[in-house]
């Protein structure tokens, strides 16, 4: 019955974005919210932006059903109403809402992270008590540095939206990487409240993943290249939110390398490009054109060619990370090995004919 419901949760939130695009994609048109092409986009057409209010919608009512069905046994205590889905739904919703007014009107930067910090302060409560980092450091330097990672997350997953197809590929390899990762016995909800592996005990995270994942391919069909709609800040920020809050609670479950080495690639890409305007001087919060993958589109002439390349490399980290759960004692050449693919796509990457043409619309 359980699988069923997973499958049918899936299923329904791919049709049901893949349904909504088309409505509200005619309706951004009428209203010309349209992402306009410039010197630092990798897009070449005014495209409607804000595909992520179909995406998100999905989720919390996916996520609706998934903790209705799941209440008899999860909704008995405080800490099973934080830890198991409706308090990150939640912020969630405020964070899309936030992110949607941004798309319309541009908020100054310093209003966003203010808001965005906020919501991952009360998002630690969703985490477990024991701490994300199994004791290495005090209390208070373990919240301190979850909040951090949290939000440097969000914001990431917001910068590496910037080809078409990418963040929905991103989003179906961490949702579907954390199933396999329960499937291989991960106990992602920890002991505060669960006990034992998380595929027995933690199904309502898991129908929440299936939602996550199907809602990412049915927004697929309509951004693939060449993008016929963009996510936006609503859809990139809540879904960074609430893949950040899965990560962290593999992490706090001694699942440390498969925390890192899903998102291997967005996170190395977004933090080693930061640290290198950084040093450069630039103003980081300005919109530029130097990801690696932002530079792969110019080089191969097309963000399909792209995504052909990521998509393998994203297949490949969930191996790995898969490995780490099974068997432990191999996290560290695991980490090693996962590192050293994305640093060999980072120098395939590099561009090396600057100016080429690109293909397909994308996001700034």
Do not use: K
Not at 85 to 112: E, K, V
Not at 204 to 229: M, S
Not at 290 to 303: E, K, M, P, T, V
């Amino acid at each position: 019955m359980f699988w069923t419901l997973f499958v049918i949760l899936a299923l329904g939130a791919a049709l049901l974005t893949a349904a909504a695009i088309a409505p509200l994609r005619a309706w951004l048109l009428r209203r010309a919210i349209l992402d306009l092409p410039n010197d630092r986009s990798s897009h070449t057409v005014p495209t409607p932006r804000g595909g992520g209010l179909a995406v998100v919608a999905s989720i919390l009512a996916g996520g609706i059903v998934a903790i209705a069905a799941t209440g008899h046994g999860y909704a008995r205590d405080l800490d099973g109403l934080l830890m198991n889905g409706p308090l990150i739904l939640l912020l969630m919703a405020a964070l899309t809402l936030l992110s949607w007014i941004d798309d319309r009107g541009s908020l100054p930067a310093g209003l966003r992270l203010l808001a965005q910090g906020l919501a991952c302060a009360a998002g630690l409560l969703a985490l477990p008590s024991g701490g994300i980092f199994q004791g290495l450091l005090p209390g208070w330097a373990d919240l301190a540095l979850a909040w951090f990672a949290w939000l440097w997350f969000v914001n990431l997953y917001n910068f590496m939206d910037g080809i078409d197809g990418i963040t929905a590929v991103e989003t179906v390899t961490i949702a579907g990487g954390a199933v396999l990762m329960a499937a291989l016995g991960a106990t992602l909800l920890g002991p505060v409240i669960l006990a034992g592996p998380f595929l027995t005990e933690g199904p309502r995270l898991l129908l929440i993943l299936a939602v996550v994942a199907g809602a990412a391919c049915g927004f697929l069909w309509w951004n693939r290249p060449p993008a016929r709609i963009f996510l936006g800040d609503a859809g990139s920020v809540p879904l960074g939110f609430l893949l950040g809050w899965v990560l962290l609670l593999l992490a706090a479950n001694g699942h440390w390398a498969a925390a890192l080495i899903l998102p291997l690639y967005h996170l190395a890409d977004a933090s080693l490009t930061l640290g290198l305007r950084l040093l450069r001087g630039e103003r980081i919060w300005q919109a530029h054109r130097q990801h690696f993958y932002q530079q792969a589109a110019r080089q191969f002439g097309g963000h399909g060619r792209v995504l052909a390349r990521l998509v393998p490399l994203n297949l490949a980290l969930v191996l790995l990370a898969g490995l780490t759960v099974a068997w432990p004692a191999l996290s560290l050449p695991a980490l090693a090995g996962a590192a050293a693919m994305v640093a060999a796509t980072f120098w395939h990457f590099q561009e090396r004919r600057p100016g080429a043409a690109i293909s397909g619309g994308s996001e700034s």
